[in-house]
Every structure is written in C-alpha cells, then in structure tokens.
T-cell receptor
Framework: GAVVSQHPSRVICKSGTSVKIECRSL??????MFWYRQFPKQSLMLMAT?????????EQGVEKDKFLINHASLTLSTLTVTSAHPEDSSFYIC???????????FGPGTRLTVT | GQNIDQPTEMTATEGAIVQINCTYQ??????LFWYQQHAGEAPTFLSY????GLEEKGRFSSFLSRSKGYSYLLLKELQMKDSASYLC????????????FGKGTTLSVSS
C-alpha cells in the first residue's frame, strides 16, 4: 500500500523557536497533501490543504503566517511552526492524496512539545 | 459548513457485534469515510461510502443513507485489538478533497 512518512516523529523545542515538519509520500506522487492537528482525546482538525506548486489553503482560524506550508514537489510538503508557544504543543499529522484517488494516506504523525 | 456527530464512547465484549453511528450535515456531500486510530498513531482507512447501501470488508461493514445524513460502522466478532477510536469523516464539495472529521468514538473491548 501507499506509504507516507513524517519527520521528525517527536520534537521538543523552546518557546519562540521554529520547528519544521516534513511529510513525504514514499511510493506515489501526491498533488495534494493535508495537514491536521490533534489535541489529546480530540479528533483531527484540518489546518490546511497544500497543493504542489501553489499556495496552501488554510482553514478558518489557522494563522498562515505562523504555520508556514511549502509543497515544493509531488512527494514533499513541509509545515513550519514559527515562534512556537506551549499552546502549539500537539500531534501534527499529514496525509497525501494520490492523483485520481479518493483515499488519503496518513503519515505516522509528529508529536510537538513546546517548553 | 459541516457538522458531524458520533457517540463519544462505547464499550463491548470480545466476540460481540457493535454498531457505531454517525450523523452528518453538509451542503455538498461527496463521500463518507471511516478510520480507525489507536492512541498516538495515525488513522488507518477502514471504509468509504459515496452511494447508499452497505459496504462489507471482512469483519467491518459500513452503511450510508444520504437522504438521512446517516452512516454506521459495524464491527463483528470483536477482538481486544479493536479497542481504538473510530473516526467518521465527510468530504464536502465546498472543501474540495479535504476531509472533515467527527470527534471520534472511543471503543473499549473487554474480555
């Protein structure tokens, strides 16, 4: 089956620093990737839709200047959390949608802790 | 906008059958998905319904009624490893190919 990887799996950073999370589709090309955030015991909240070669579409309430998304190739999207604060601590999950497919494939997630 | 409702928690015993319901409201329905998620892990795909009726896949089945805005996930012959969160997600034409997730149902299977 299709595989999506995320790196890093866990990261701890200090308040005010920036963190970059990578999402890669390993064996397929994905024109569209999605970024979700999940707080403990809550469901996945869509943050943004990332299309290769174009600007990401952010959901209402998500600050685009704080959560920078780059989808530079058909197999890689990155999420950069800028000037991180403790309230940004969460589980960040990406998913990738192969062209012409209906099923999204999820990465294993990145646990971000901001101290 | 979209609204998706499912029960917060359910319990069942090994070998039993459990049905997890999901109701949704969306203006441009374009498919419903069920995912399983174990704590600290990414969701894994279980089923996809876009037309009315029942989709069966092994121990898991999913049903959709578009006129009622209703779906259920049926799990048969429950096993301890089925203890997880089950997420109902809807795709809406307004949102393109993105999925909007419900809050999830935490299923606990006991022996």
């Amino acid at each position: 089956g299709a595989v999506v990887s995320q790196h890093p799996s866990r990261v701890i950073c200090k308040s005010g620093t920036s963190v970059k999370i990578e999402c890669r589709s390993l064996d397929f090309q994905a024109t569209t990737m999605f970024w979700y955030r999940q707080f403990p015991k809550q469901s996945l909240m869509l943050m943004a839709t990332s299309n290769e070669g174009s600007k990401a579409t952010y959901e209402q309430g998500v600050e685009k200047d704080k959560f920078l998304i780059n989808h530079a190739s058909l197999t890689l999207s990155t999420l950069t959390v800028t000037s991180a604060h403790p309230e940004d601590s969460s589980f960040y999950i990406c998913s990738a949608l192969p062209s012409g497919n209906y099923e999204q494939y999820f990465g294993p997630g990145t646990r971000l802790t901001v101290t | 906008g979209q609204n998706i409702d499912q029960p917060t928690e359910m319990t069942a015993t090994e070998g039993a059958i459990v049905q997890i319901n999901c109701t949704y409201q969306t203006s441009g329905f374009n498919g419903l998905f069920w995912y399983q998620q174990h704590a600290g892990e990414a969701p894994t795909f279980l089923s996809y319904n876009v037309l009315d009726g029942l989709e069966e896949k092994g121990r898991f089945s999913s049903f959709l009624s578009r006129s009622k805005g209703y779906s259920y996930l049926l799990l048969k012959e429950l096993q301890m490893k089925d203890s997880a969160s089950y997420l109902c997600a809807v795709r809406d034409r307004e949102a393109g190919t993105a999925l909007i997730f419900g809050k999830g149902t935490t299923l606990s299977v006991s022996s």
